[in-house]
């Protein structure tokens, strides 16, 4: 859609269930539907893979097969090091994988609630360099920026240790949260009968589905627990200093992280 919205005369072609092409079709998201993957990667100058992990994986192979010489293939995975593993055992000829992540998203998913503006001012994920002399990987990062997206260039290996921290974890802590909340609450309704706006705010990752978390958490387990490692001795930290001065200067440090994110918007 976004795609369509800065370039009107793009020709993109979809493949994903009946249904799901039908309503792109009617959002004018896509113009052509393929009835099987190889149609829908034929010709392509640029193949975009929208899938959970797993199934980008196991794509992957047809796609290289199918893939014009020119090319170029990315993806979308919250997690790079398992799949740009497999795209370097898949692509053996002359189109180029080049691996992807935009650092955005919402927590319900489904094509209703698609969005143009989803990249907008979002940090966009791409492994290799910034000085990368294939003109398609210059041509790609131009391409989200193009949609609004801030190209960040980095190696997989250090993508998944940082996604680990700014993506995962607080998906899991949000998961913690709502299980805290939910076997606290009782039959009066209280306490989330009494919770406000910050409760909500705190809880809308608790909103995504567990089919597209379950297989970051299977390929990325090891940055993920030395994560949760991490809170745990953040939250040991403050159980100890609740009634200290000290408490004080972990407001300062939050305060302080959240106005650089602030400022980042």
């Known amino acids: 859609m976004a795609l ?68 170029l293939v990315t993806d979308t995975g919250s997690t790079k090091a398992v799949i740009c593993r497999a795209a370097k055992a898949a692509f053996a000829g002359s189109a180029r994988f080049l691996g992807g992540h935009p650092m955005a998203g919402k927590e319900i998913a489904g094509i209703a609630r698609a969005d143009a503006g989803l990249f907008s001012r979002a940090r966009y994920a791409l492994i290799g360099s910034a000085n990368d002399p294939d003109p398609r990987a210059q041509g790609f990062a131009a391409l989200i920026g193009a949609l609004g997206a801030e190209p960040v260039w980095t190696d997989a290996e250090t993508h998944d240790w940082a996604v680990g921290i700014v993506s995962h974890l607080p998906q899991l802590l949000a998961l913690a949260l709502a299980r805290v909340v939910q076997d606290e609450t009782d039959e009066t309704g209280l306490p989330l009968s009494l919770s406000g706006p910050g409760l909500q705010d705190m809880l809308r990752l608790a909103g995504s589905p567990y089919g597209v978390w379950r297989d970051v958490t299977h390929t990325n387990s090891e940055n993920i627990a030395r994560a949760l490692d991490r809170l745990e001795q953040a939250v040991e930290h403050l159980r100890t200093r609740l009634t200290s001065k000290e408490l004080e200067q972990e407001f300062l440090v939050a305060n302080e992280l959240y106005k650089q994110l602030k400022r980042a918007e």
């Open 4 to 71: 369509r919205k800065h370039f009107p005369d793009i020709s993109i072609i979809g493949f994903d269930r009946t249904e799901t092409l039908r309503a792109a079709m009617a959002l004018g998201a896509v113009r052509e539907a393929a009835d099987d993957l190889a149609a829908a990667v034929r010709g392509a100058d640029l193949v975009y893979v929208a899938l959970p992990i797993g199934a980008t994986i196991e794509a992957l192979p047809a796609i290289a097969a199918a893939a014009a010489a020119g090319a």
